[in-house]
T-cell receptor
Framework: AQRVTQPEKLLSVFKGAPVELKCNYS??????LFWYVQYSRQRLQLLLR??SRESIKGFTADLNKGETSFHLKKPFAQEEDSAMYYC????????????FGQGTTLQVKP | DTGVSQNPRHKITKRGQNVTFRCDPI?????LYWYRQTLGQGPEFLTY????????KSRLLSDRFSAERPKGSFSTLEIQRTEQGDSAMYLC?????????????FGEGSWLTVV
């Protein structure tokens, strides 16, 4: 079965602190992994994808196939990073559909 | 705004009534998805269209739910005989044809409250 698990519902850090949002997945093949973000009163939008191996807004995420993880990291959190973050998996379906985790709320305090 | 457009944005209905949501995908996106999201949960896949063909339906999509995409453009999601458990955010998303970049873009969603 394809499943994405985000163990933390809420992560609260102070501005300037490092951030790590955890994501674990269950999938037998080679998945594509994504992080989507939803800022207050905005639509869900793509933050980054593992195949791009890029840093967006200071965030990075590395796919660890051994640990089946795709944790999202940022060395120094900013207040504007406060949002809901969803990890998502695209498996082998021809539809290209995404399977989402439950989401983690990141709260960056001043 | 040329993003995915959904309406109505909010709908309050009495139990047992029918509701219909509309989604206008990004122009030239042939792939269209419907998701459902309840409080505290991530989006859950409901159904997928490639052009006008509905190619996959989740088991979450009961017989009371029907989705269409006539002419492969906009899509509608109808819920018949609504139940309180149908209260959720219904998200529409679209993506371009395979091979041209397959990022999935989401609409702002349609909130349904069944009273």
């Amino acid at each position: 079965a394809q499943r994405v698990t985000q163990p933390e519902k809420l992560l609260s850090v102070f501005k300037g602190a490092p951030v790590e949002l955890k994501c674990n997945y269950s999938y037998s093949g080679s998945p594509e992994l994504f992080w989507y973000v939803q800022y207050s009163r905005q639509r869900l939008q793509l933050l980054l994808r593992h195949i791009s191996r890029e840093s967006i807004k200071g965030f990075t995420a590395d796919l660890n196939k051994g640990e089946t993880s795709f944790h999202l990291k940022k060395p120094f959190a900013q207040e504007e990073d406060s949002a809901m973050y969803y990890c998502a998996l695209r498996g082998s379906s021809n539809t290209g559909k995404l399977i989402f985790g439950q989401g983690t709320t990141l709260q960056v305090k001043p | 705004d040329t993003g995915v457009s959904q309406n109505p944005r909010h709908k309050i209905t009495k139990r047992g009534q029918n509701v219909t949501f509309r989604c206008d995908p990004i122009s030239e996106h042939n792939r269209l998805y419907w998701y459902r999201q309840t409080l505290g949960q991530g989006p859950e896949f409901l159904t997928y269209f490639q052009n006008e063909a509905q190619l996959e339906k989740s088991r979450l999509l009961s017989d009371r739910f029907s989705a269409e995409r006539p002419k492969g453009s906009f899509s509608t999601l109808e819920i018949q005989r609504t139940e309180q458990g149908d209260s959720a955010m219904y998200l529409c998303a679209s993506s371009p044809p395979t091979g041209t970049g397959n990022t999935i873009y989401f609409g702002e969603g349609s909130w349904l409250t069944v009273v």
